[in-house]
């Protein structure tokens, strides 16, 4: 393997896209479309990356973080003058040098190690990415000689009516002698209908040179396209969402629907797990093995361990462990810590909280900011009171104790072990080991109030 370095282009605006937010940090399936291309660029063994930044730098170098470097381009004049900018940190090195877009997120890294080691053996100063695709509409054409070789590449805005058929396209991605690229870079005009700096120019400068320039053809159009317009983003997410659930399902997990399901590039799935129609997982979350996730659940940064149950819950920034159930209609809110063999039922609520092992809280309650022990339950609706109307407080309920229905907890407030709260209780005191508390006025009966009422 030679010395092999990269350039991603990813300074454009993205004027098509009408949006505010730059083009490259548009997500697919939970990432910015420019950190795939970045990945899918380390994973074919380069070293040295240097994006080319501009609209929007600040924003995409957080984005990408410390782990390429940067140029920056102030006006955008092209792709070719894109490339120029990274000549400070590139240029009279030798070796191999990738160029390649920030807004082709389904480029893989296997398919650049292929276009890095067809350049190689075959000792050409210019290898492009090609691709057949059926409609080639905006991308720029591969324009091939008698003789089957790579003339030069014209951009559809300067094609001819012959040329706008061809349909091997390029697909924005290059390998090139690192020496030469930057040799001929000083030598491209912006002579075009755009008026812009073209890269594909310098294939044409070195075949006039009397160089070789090369291309290899990938066999997967999909794979390939470009990012332009709200469309192709919807095209892509469809791509990247297929791909990701494959990946899963080769990994031996069930998706009833896979079509259907969302599930962002970084969540791992443990084996045996069943993901249902609906179900949207997000940020970095892990769910374990044998798991049962239902239908439209939806999942964002949390920690699911192995033989959960989740229907129709939403669980954010959370930890859920072993054989606990969560749902129907659950929503488990950030900082919360959920134990093993735990009943979360229909219509509960839980945000900063703790639950420990074997309690259940099994219908229509409130528990915020609570720090709840094992074998507790929670009668239906309970309401942990943590919200003083200016700060928020905690509570605290020992091992074993049982909450009554429709009891109020006002934090702050601390419950011990083994105690009972009787159902109806507003609970303003600690309650210590063992003790019963009950605060609710005795009843009375009215004898013959019907007849009362008639009588008005
Ligand atoms: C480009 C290619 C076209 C190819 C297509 C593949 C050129 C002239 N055209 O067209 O042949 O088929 O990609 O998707 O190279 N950028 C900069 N600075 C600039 C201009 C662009 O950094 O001054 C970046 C953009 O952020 C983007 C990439 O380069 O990530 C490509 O630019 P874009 O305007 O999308 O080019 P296309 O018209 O798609
Ligand atoms: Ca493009």
Not at 73 to 97: D, I
């Amino acid at each position: 393997m030679s010395n092999r370095m990269a350039v991603i282009m990813a300074a454009g605006k993205g004027t098509r896209m009408k949006s505010s937010l730059y083009k490259v940090l548009h997500p697919i399936c939970g990432l910015p479309m420019v950190e795939y291309v970045k990945r899918a660029t380390q994973e074919s063994g380069v070293k040295d990356i240097v994006a080319v930044v501009g609209h929007g730098a600040e924003a995409v170098q957080e984005a990408l973080g410390n782990s390429v470097h940067y140029a920056l381009q102030e006006e955008q004049l092209g792709t070719g003058h894109a490339v120029q900018q990274a000549a400070e940190q590139l240029e009279g090195r030798s070796g191999h040098t990738l160029v390649i877009c920030g807004d082709t997120p389904l480029i893989t890294g296997d398919t650049l190690n292929k276009l890095f080691e067809v350049h190689e053996s075959s000792g050409s100063k210019a290898t492009v990415l090609t691709a057949i695709a059926e409609d080639s509409t905006g991308y720029g054409r591969i324009v091939r000689n008698a003789q089957g070789h790579v003339e030069r590449i014209v951009e559809e805005t300067d094609a001819t009516d012959e040329e706008r058929l061809i349909k091997e396209i390029n697909t924005g991605t290059f390998v090139f002698d690192n020496e030469a690229l930057f040799k001929s870079l000083k030598n491209i005009t912006n002579g075009n209908a755009q008026g812009e700096y073209y890269l594909t120019d310098v294939l044409g400068l070195l075949e006039e040179a009397g160089e070789t320039v090369s291309a290899y053809a990938m066999d997967n159009f999909e794979d390939a396209i470009g990012i332009n317009d709200r469309i192709a983003l919807a095209e892509a997410t469809r791509l990247m969402r297929a791909r990701i659930a494959r990946r899963h399902m080769m990994n031996g997990v069930t998706f009833v629907n896979p079509a259907a399901t969302q599930i962002e590039a970084d969540v791992t799935i443990g084996q045996d797990t069943v993901i249902e129609t609906g179900v949207s997982l997000k940020g970095n979350t892990t769910i374990g093995k044998n798991c049962f996730i239902g239908v439209n659940s939806e999942i964002y940064a949390s920690e699911i361990a192995d033989n959960v149950s989740i229907t129709q819950s939403t669980i954010e920034e959370s930890f859920i462990d072993e054989n606990t159930g969560v749902g129907p209609y659950a929503h488990v809110r950030p900082a919360s810590t959920i134990g093993k063999n735990v009943n979360i039922g229909n219509f509960v609520e839980i945000k900063n909280s703790i639950l420990g092992d074997n309690t259940k809280s099994a219908h229509l309650t409130y528990i915020g900011d609570a720090t709840i022990g094992r074998n507790v339950n929670i009668g239906s609706g309970t309401i942990f009171v943590n919200y003083d109307g200016v700060n928020k407080h905690r509570a605290i309920v020992g091992d074993d104790s049982f909450i009554g229905c429709n009891s109020n907890i006002l934090s702050p407030v601390t419950v011990g072990d083994r105690s009972f709260i009787a159902a109806g209780t507003t609970l303003t005191d600690d309650v210590p080991d063992e003790a019963l508390a009950i605060s609710r006025t005795d009843q009375i009966n009215i004898a013959k109030y019907w007849q009362k009422l008639q009588k008005k």
